[in-house]
């Protein structure tokens, strides 16, 4: 099919191609200010739950998507990469799953409005991102019992749609299912928002974006980017491709495989290198080297959007 390029998730100047995590930690922000007022008396520890923030410290990631509108980018992705029940079990926030959907698809829409106002002819979109969760429908959490599962399809599918719900009553102009190491998963988000789709009558864009882990060139899953197509076709994405984990060089020969196959548009937002503790940033390539292997691949005409990626929320 035409390709024609778009290149979004661009990276802010000077700041690593990895997207809202480190960006967040360039705050230092303490326990106290994950807590805020609202959760200063919860039993658990907050520190670390990034979505949180869009409640209690907003204006950090405002600012961050700021500053990816202002280096160019047309889709801003909601900082909910872990708002959903299953994920927020971990900090005792299960119940907020969907209040933190909706708050991150507004704080997003309202800047993308904000920057579409200013040049209407360069319209920001609000991708409202549904994670892959911190349970696994293919693996057992216990090496002695391999048929043991800590969560069901049918919990799973309940949490995206409440999840998807939520992203869609904020705002968002399309779902992103992301970072998918394990398609079964990404089963579950596809079931739980055609569900949603249905009960609300009416659609948005889906984009589907799952994760290579290693030079297995497979899913932690273990399927080929091949087979992890084949496996979610059906599910008529606007676009398909791979984001994380691995870099741009890495990354390129999956990327092509999925172009040659896809009869959708590709995406891909790559890991700027693979993650070294050592670095200052924390990952070894440039903005400038990931962008000229990303413009490469746009020359090449195996991507439709572009950009660089994170191991969590948001980009």
Not at 50 to 66: E, F, M, Q, S
């Amino acid at each position: 099919m035409p390709r024609k390029l778009k290149l979004t998730f661009d990276t802010p100047p000077d700041v690593h191609a990895c997207g809202n995590s480190c960006l967040i930690q360039q705050h230092g922000l303490t326990e106290a200010d994950y807590r805020g007022v609202r959760f200063a008396d919860h039993p658990r520890e907050l520190k670390g739950d990034n979505d949180l923030l869009v409640l209690t410290l907003p204006a950090i990631i405002g600012g961050i998507h700021r500053a990816y509108l202002e280096a160019g980018a047309d889709i801003i992705e909601t900082c909910s990469f872990n708002a959903t029940r299953v994920s927020q079990a971990d900090y005792g926030l299960s119940d907020l799953a969907y209040e933190l959907n909706v708050a991150s698809a507004r704080l997003a829409r309202g800047l993308c409005d904000e920057y579409t106002a200013r040049t209407p002819s360069t319209p920001r979109f609000c991708a409202g991102v549904l994670g892959p969760t911190s349970r696994s429908l293919s693996f057992s959490p216990d090496v002695n019992d391999p048929g043991y599962r800590n969560v069901e399809f049918s919990a799973l599918v309940d949490d995206y749609f409440d999840a998807a719900r939520g992203l869609m009553d904020g705002g968002a102009d399309l779902l992103l299912i992301e970072t998918i190491f394990d398609t079964l998963n990404a089963k579950a988000a596809v079931f739980a928002i055609e569900k949603l789709f249905e009960t609300l009558s009416r659609r948005l864009p889906v984009m589907i974006s799952g994760t290579i882990t290693d030079a297995s060139g497979r899913t932690l899953s273990g399927q080929t980017a091949a087979a992890f197509w084949n496996s979610l076709a059906h599910a008529r994405p606007i676009s398909f491709g791979l984001n994380c984990a691995l870099g741009a060089k890495d990354l390129r020969a999956y990327v092509a495989d999925l172009a040659a196959r896809c009869s959708t548009f590709v995406s891909a937002h790559p890991n700027a290198g693979l993650p070294n503790p050592l670095s200052p940033t924390g990952y070894d390539e440039t903005p400038e080297a990931l962008a000229a292997e990303i413009g490469d691949w746009a020359r090449a005409g195996l991507v439709n959007i572009g950009g660089g990626a994170a191991q969590c929320a948001g980009r």
